[in-house]
């Protein structure tokens, strides 16, 4: 079994023993993940990257990370896949011979 | 090899083409994830879940989990290792006695 | 009128010559300023915020504060009086005499 | 002296008070900004609009807007112009014709 199918297993046993599939559809599926986001964030807010608590970092990544499975799971997404596919388009977007070096967005460059 | 370190390679390769890695310290990373999880939650905006185009849910998602590996990968994290040490934490924090059946934050419990 | 509610006339003038009344509950207008937010946010991303584009930000934080102005309204909030109420409560939780000079929360101080 | 001078003296007395400018370049102020827009949006996870809890509603609200006031500060930008302003650019990107009744995007009408 692949790494994704065996943490997404471990985080749907976790919410089913909860009863909580109830509340997890996309809409907020997402919600969740964006407010992890923020608390991923907020470890790096008024410091430089290097003061961050780096236990901290560990457990609000995680937490995005695992609202991330549980939406892929809910719309049956191959992790692998979607960011295979997703790299594939970011290679015609940022061309190398436009993109390297700049950090602009495709847009602009 | 792993699934993530597969991806990870595959993100570090696209990233190293393009001399990015110099704008990536961990707090522009994690303000990007947080761009791109904003992006998922557009696709939500003044609607249902179901009606959301899942084309672009794919790309949004594929966007988040590309910035969280690269999180992993600048810290050394092991993907599988973070999020099933976080379930663990969370098994304490929302015991199946309490939770279950409740969308309340664990200090509401 | 005061300059909120002058401003939040125009904002209803423009919700209502276009029927949106109807997508604008209080938990999608509180998403939608979350994308905005993010919008501003990505005005300074990869890069120091002397850098930033001045006029964007301009538009990103005016879109911020629509939506702020739009729930303020659909609750009947007065502004003045809610940013007051908070900065008092914050006097509590940062007290001079700990929190000066701190960027810590104040769970942490 | 409009409202915002009023609210931003307030918030401007209370930072200093805590000699917090240093850590208010507005790079750090858009991202606390959207880790409260987050905290708001974190009141209507897992539920309906009509069940958020209204006294901490007013509050995230109110942080939101205390960060967008100290931005506006930083830049000197006059809020009743900037949001007048974008109003009038909505309305070219939001024709009636075209918008009324409809949640999409401009790009999409």
Not at 14 to 22: V, Y
Not at 67 to 81: M, P, T
Not at 85 to 106: F, H, L, M, R
Request: aromatic share 10%; no cysteine; glycine share 2%.
């Amino acid at each position: 079994m692949s790494d994704w199918k065996n943490l997404q297993e471990l985080l749907i046993k976790f919410r089913d023993e909860r009863d909580w599939a109830q509340f997890h559809n996309p809409k907020d599926l997402a919600l969740a993940l964006s407010i992890e986001a923020a608390e991923l964030n907020e470890l790096y807010l008024w410091k430089d990257a290097e003061t961050a608590d780096i236990e901290k970092v560990k457990e609000e990544l995680a937490d995005v990370i695992s609202y991330s499975l549980l939406i892929a799971d809910k719309y049956g997404f191959d992790i692998s896949e979607i960011v295979a596919d997703k790299i594939k388009k970011n290679e015609i977007k940022y061309p190398v011979s436009k993109a390297k070096g700049s950090s602009k967005k495709y847009r602009e460059l």
